[in-house]
């Protein structure tokens, strides 16, 4: 089944580290997005990439960084120059690369919920 | 940077009754879209509303725009105690070729049985 996964569904963090949430979708999709989600809030924008080997920062990108390497994955990174990481993150893709005027539909994964000890 | 506000913030209502939830945006857009969140599941698409268009239709849910009044509005008829989730709208701005959606903060709505 097409879609996307991503790992681990629950990550614990002590202060100081690094972590790596893993984001893979199948849907053979030019765009996707890391958003973060705080609780009883909307949806943050932290990265977008629209074609391999490009990314582009999001409303909230400092503390974060991501790479596109392959079109199948958006590994996002939590550094520890975040301050306060605890919250559920959800990736997300679209068909609409650079060449998508028209933002079509989003499909997400089922999310990451970090917490920081 | 939020540009969707929705309201009421929650809703609770008896099965069978039908649900209005409303969103209100400032800038211009290309598209506006509807999305639904199980508690701690990622979000699923409902409908999308294109600018030039006033009224959609999916099953249950009927969806208008009002680009005049930067509104738009989600009905869910004959709800279901299934229905009971958070319900967010998207807007895709218009020009240039961001591919960024800006989201609500969503109405939480409960359906009892």
């Known amino acids: 089944d097409g879609g996307i996964t991503q790992s681990p569904k629950y990550l614990f963090r002590k202060e100081g580290q690094n972590v790596t949430l893993s984001c893979e979708q199948n849907l053979n999709h030019d765009a996707m997005y890391w958003y973060r989600q705080d609780p009883g809030q909307g949806l943050r924008l932290i990265y977008y990439s629209q074609i391999v080997n490009d990314f582009q920062k999001g409303d909230i990108a400092e503390g974060y960084s991501v790479s596109r390497e392959k079109k199948e994955s958006f590994p996002l990174t939590v550094t520890s120059a975040q301050k306060n990481p605890t919250a559920f993150y959800l990736c997300?893709?679209?068909?609409?690369?650079?060449?998508?005027?028209?933002?079509?539909?989003?499909?997400f994964g089922e999310g990451s919920r970090l917490t920081v000890l | 940077s939020q540009q969707g506000e929705e309201d009421p913030q929650a809703l609770s209502i008896q099965e069978g009754e039908n649900a209005t939830m409303n969103c209100s945006y400032k800038?211009?857009?290309?598209?506006l879209q509807w999305y639904r969140q199980n508690s701690g599941r990622g979000l699923v698409h409902l409908i999308l509303i294109r600018s030039n268009e006033r009224e959609k239709h999916s099953g249950r849910l009927r969806v208008t725009l009002d680009t005049s009044k930067k509104s738009s509005s989600l009905l869910i008829t004959a709800s279901r105690a299934a229905d009971t989730a958070s319900y967010f709208c998207?807007?895709?701005?218009?020009?240039?070729?961001?591919?960024?959606?800006?989201f609500g903060q969503g109405t939480t709505l409960q359906v009892k049985p």
């Open positions: 997300a893709s679209s068909i609409g690369g650079l060449a998508g005027v028209n933002t079509g539909e989003l499909f």
């Open positions: 800038t211009s857009i290309n598209n």
């Open positions: 998207a807007t895709g701005p218009s020009g240039g070729n961001t591919g960024k959606l800006i």
